[in-house]
């Protein structure tokens, strides 16, 4: 899973053709279709980035400083994204009377507290350990993606909120009246995730530009 997210991202950087929006549907997919465990979207992230760097190590963009800045646009719209639908699907189960499993939720309360923790230091680590052309970018790539990821953080600590919170605090009054819930089996709040992802228009929206932060080239082609 991981190595195919790291290709589809190498092979994105290497076309040069909508970068940010490619990487985020990439990250997106591969989330969608992940196990969960502690360090799934944190494992994605690194993936991601660790391709982008290997991309343009190899391909030598004109401008590699701007095509991994649209990486790292990509990768924290699908977080944000990620995170919007996780949290809707809880508390709309809870709202239902349904609750997800225990471990699935314990799980990615983790994994978003550790790409919140994690994800600069990600950027910094991989733009670091590449070769001249890209690494001497380092410290504006790791400015830009401390502004662009502050700009989520909100969607994915309230995500890590929701999925740690008791079921029956999030359900509606005559749910936790009964103090009732109907647990889904494992794979329900991924395969809800999944279908938020893909069906929601206007209740997930990707992040806006960080405050501050100068836009980007754009990456479409000249037509």
């Not at 590449?130 to 309230?158: C, G, W």
């Not at 395969?191 to 893909?198: D, E, N, P, T, Y």
């Amino acid at each position: 899973m991981h190595e195919q997210l790291k290709s589809d991202v190498e092979k994105i950087v290497e076309e040069g053709e909508r970068v940010s929006e490619r990487v985020r549907d990439a990250v997106e997919d591969a989330a969608g279709r992940a196990k969960a465990t502690p360090s799934r979207l944190s494992e994605l992230t690194q993936a991601a980035i660790d391709g982008a760097v290997n991309a343009a190590d190899r391909s030598a963009p004109d401008n590699p400083e701007s095509t991994l800045r649209q990486v790292v646009d990509g990768v924290t719209d699908a977080l944000q994204r990620t995170a919007q639908a996780t949290r809707l699907a809880v508390e709309e189960a809870a709202g239902d009377g349904r609750a997800y499993a225990e471990d699935e939720l314990h799980s990615v309360a983790a994994d978003f507290r550790t790409v919140a923790d994690m994800f600069v230091e990600t950027v910094e680590r991989a733009a670091t350990g590449a070769r001249d052309q890209t690494s001497k970018h380092v410290h504006a790539l790791r400015d830009h993606a401390e502004r662009t990821f502050n700009a989520a953080r909100p969607s994915i600590e309230d995500a890590a909120k929701a999925a740690a919170t008791h079921p029956i605090s999030l359900a509606g009054e005559s749910v936790a009246a009964t103090a009732k819930l109907t647990r889904e089996a494992a794979g329900g709040l991924f395969s809800a995730v999944g279908k938020l992802l893909q069906s929601t228009g206007d209740r997930i929206s990707p992040k806006d530009k960080a405050a501050g932060d100068p836009p980007a080239p754009s990456d479409q082609t000249p037509s």
